[in-house]
């Protein structure tokens, strides 16, 4: 069973650019997360997807951060403008259903200079 | 509202010995609790779980946790620590009452396992 792909695996940007990760969770998983992981933090849930429908975006900065689920497969976090402080690891994750185990992509890893 | 709290950022032990790794939870509704491990560069890989049902449970590369309902713990354990063993470890919890599974994360704590 192929497990969950990101893409880029690196990604280093300047201050106020845009940039976009993709996520392709494993098949017939309908739930899929975005999780922020900070240096020296635990990952941080930005948004929850089931299906192609946001569950919970409370922790996700709407003013530069959004995502999208199209088809309830693949999904895309995009932010713009990005801030140092985002420099973090973009994890996606996904699971059979909310209460079933997560399986976590190996990460996004962005520098924000 | 959800917490984990993993009181050590690093422990360390000796090969050959025991292993623990601390983790306590705050939850309204009933603990779904999870342990990850991360090795440098990759995705968090799953260990164990806890849902209902025995205490103990046991997970991958003969880890264990056990659940105390009362001390509101998850500690997870080794009887024999290997080398290979040392990476970062997260506890998570999810709360069992709610149906949308959002999964909280604890700091995570480095476990360094010497020859």
């Known amino acids: 069973e192929a497990g969950v792909a990101q893409s880029p695996r690196y990604k280093i940007i300047e201050k106020r650019q845009s940039v976009a990760f993709w996520c392709n969770p494993i098949?017939?998983?309908?739930?899929l997360y975005w999780y922020q992981q900070i240096l020296g933090q635990g990952p941080k849930l930005l948004i929850q997807f089931q299906n192609n429908g946001v569950v919970d975006d409370s922790q996700l900065p709407k003013d530069r951060f959004s995502a999208e689920r199209l088809k309830g497969v693949d999904s895309t976090l995009k932010i713009q403008p990005a801030k140092l402080e985002d420099s973090a690891v973009y994890l996606c994750?996904?699971?059979?259903?909310?209460?079933?185990?997560?399986?976590f992509g190996s990460g996004t890893q962005l520098s924000v200079l | 509202a959800q917490s984990v709290a993993q009181p050590e950022d690093q422990v360390n032990v000796a090969e050959g010995n025991p292993l623990t790794v601390k983790c306590t939870y705050s939850v309204s509704g009933n603990p779904y609790l999870f342990w990850y491990v991360q090795y440098p560069n990759r995705g968090l890989q799953f260990l164990l779980k806890y849902i209902t049902g025995d205490n103990l449970v046991k997970g991958s590369y003969g880890f264990e946790a056990e659940f105390n309902k009362s001390q509101t713990s998850f500690h997870l354990k080794k009887p024999s620590a290997l080398v290979s063993d040392s990476a970062l470890y997260f506890c998570a919890v999810r709360d069992g009452s709610s149906n949308t599974g959002k999964l909280i994360f604890g700091q995570g704590t480095t476990l360094q396992v010497k020859p």
């Open positions: 994750a996904s699971s059979l259903d909310p209460g079933a185990g997560l399986f």
């Open positions: 098949s017939g998983h309908a739930t």
